[in-house]
């Protein structure tokens, strides 16, 4: 049973977001789901793998859609990490989706072997990252998965601020050649930039 997203706004935050005529959108999440499901529509070779994590990472609907991208390891994260760098390896665009908590540190060592040092262009998405399972306790948080990774020289760490920068985040892993890291929490978002802004990784915005 998956625990409430906590909310990320204190009163005076929301009330500032107010001022500055800020929406609040979706969880990154949520649009993250939906920003794959469109780009595997018009690409058969972008698979998803999940390790029992289909319904926590809002990819129940594009199981349904798409039954032949999305492959299911169970739970078995490393497994997960594996099958999602030979995926690269061999020419998909594969999007391993697993929350961050487990991901990083039981499956640390392939991270760092089969994805960094093997330098395939997998994606991985830690979802339910932080805080964001809440009460279900420091098992489930994951306040390790930045620190750890920023260690692991050729992987590019995003996490997207808003909607927007979700939908940008995961467009650009879509045509990256390299290794990368997504991750999200569970919480809706203020919307804070514009549509024709331009997100490139790496740089601000």
Known sequence: ???????????AAKAMAEK????????NLDEFAA??????????NLVAVTSDSRGS?????????LPKQLVEVGIAEQDLVGITAGLAACGKKSFGVSPACFLTARSLEQIKNDICYSDVPAVLIGISSGVSYGALGSTHHSLHDLAV???INNISIVVPADNFETREAIRTAAKSTKPIYIRFGKAAMFGLHKLETKFEIGKAI
């Open 35 to 44: 920003t794959l499901m469109e780009l595997a529509k018009v690409n058969p």
């Open 1 to 11: 049973m998956s625990a409430p997203a906590p909310s990320l706004f204190t009163p």
């Open 57 to 65: 990472g809002k990819l129940g609907p594009f199981g349904q859609a």
């Open 149 to 151: 990774l920023r260690a």
């Open 20 to 27: 500055l005529g800020l929406k609040m959108g979706r969880a």
